[in-house]
């Protein structure tokens, strides 16, 4: 039996003793030639690398080109783009083909007074220290997005809605910027923030929007029409300065005639008065004279006949009523 089973069991074939060693000859090349592979690696004109040696930083290649290092596992290559400015876009993203879409959990923030804004923002940044970058966060873009959102969130939450959305835009600007630069360098993130540009900021859309518009729409034309309003001011009132001006000269010189004519008028009344104390009577006839010069001419004159039986009648009413003019003698 034992024998019968022998002799039915199937024999493993021998590799011969040559081609053992061409399979671990070859087995060592592919080893050599992938370990060979890892000790060469390029650097792009936009890129930094950090050669970890063992997991730590050793060495930071900065120029473009092919490079050499030890093998890995002892030496490790991390490239970072650290020559090339990038961008993190808040509130919206851009898609491939030039569409843009809203992200509402990014852009809609709260503003001082409870009002609801919607912020769209863009952060152009670059790598300026690729040891920070490497070690102290573990996604720079990601970190950006979300330093960017509260610093955007904490400056509007501190400013009134009306002024978010018309006065206040490059001060907030300004603000929020400030904050994510001392952010950046509180967490030593190895970013250097180039400009924090807001796209708009506004009312949600609807109805909401529409009427914050004709709000905004109303205080430009006030703006203007206030504009106006201090031009013609500042045109008018020189003009006025004028007018009064030449109203108070025509004035003196109202004044200047009415006293040189008063002053005529008291030297003529005393030289009279020194004529009548010399000669009473003909100064008295001479008045009487003159008087009756001014009169006459306008006076109506009725002679009558004091022999004749008519009777003498004095129209009283006409005398007395200016309009019919005259006098009676």
Same mark, same amino acid.
């Not at 930094?48 to 490079?67: D, K, M, P, R, S």
């Not at 490239?79 to 879409?101: M, S, W, Y």
């Not at 907030?172 to 180039?194: F, M, P, R």
């Given at each position: ?42 650097? $792009? ?92 966060? $573990? ?31 490059t001060e907030i600007e300004a603000n929020a910027t400030e904050h994510l630069v001392a952010l950046q360098d509180e967490y030593k993130s190895g970013i250097h923030i180039i ?135």
């Amino acid at each position: 039996m034992q024998g019968s089973e022998n002799i039915n069991r199937p024999q493993i074939p021998k590799i011969p003793r040559n081609l053992k060693r061409l399979i671990v000859a070859a087995v060592v090349v592919v080893i050599l030639l992938a370990i060979s592979s890892s000790m060469f690696y390029t650097v $792009s004109e936009q890129e930094h690398a950090a050669i970890l040696t063992f997991g730590g930083l050793t060495h930071e290649e900065v120029n473009a080109g092919l490079h050499f290092k030890a093998p890995y596992p002892i030496q490790k290559v991390v490239k970072v783009p650290a020559k090339l400015t990038q961008k993190v876009e808040i509130g919206f993203r851009t898609n491939l083909d030039g569409t843009i879409v809203s992200v509402e959990d990014e852009a809609l923030m709260i503003t001082g007074d409870e009002n609801i804004v919607h912020a769209d923002a863009i952060v152009e940044w670059r790598i300026s220290n690729v040891k920070d970058y490497l070690y102290n966060i $573990s996604n720079g873009e990601q970190f950006l997005l979300n330093a960017t959102t509260a610093s955007i969130r904490s400056v509007i939450g501190s400013a009134e809605l009306d002024y978010a959305i018309t006065d206040g835009k490059t001060e907030i600007e300004a603000n929020a910027t400030e904050h994510l630069v001392a952010l950046q360098d509180e967490y030593k993130s190895g970013i250097h923030i180039i400009a924090l540009r807001f796209q708009d900021i506004e009312p949600p859309s609807g109805e909401v929007q529409a009427a914050f518009r004709d709000v905004t729409n109303a205080r430009e034309e006030q703006n203007t029409k206030v504009n106006e309003a201090r031009r013609y001011e500042n045109e008018r009132i020189p003009v006025a300065r004028g007018e009064a001006q030449a109203v108070l000269e025509a004035a003196e010189a109202d004044k200047q005639e009415r006293i040189l004519a008063a002053t005529g008028d008291v030297a003529k009344f005393n030289a009279i008065l020194a004529e009548y104390k010399n000669n009473p009577n003909v100064t008295q006839h001479r008045l009487v004279m003159e008087t009756l010069e001014l009169i006459y001419p306008n006076a109506k004159i009725i002679i009558t006949n004091e022999d004749s039986n008519t009777v003498q009648y004095l129209p009283l009413n006409e005398l007395l009523n200016p309009t019919q003019g005259g006098a009676a003698q």
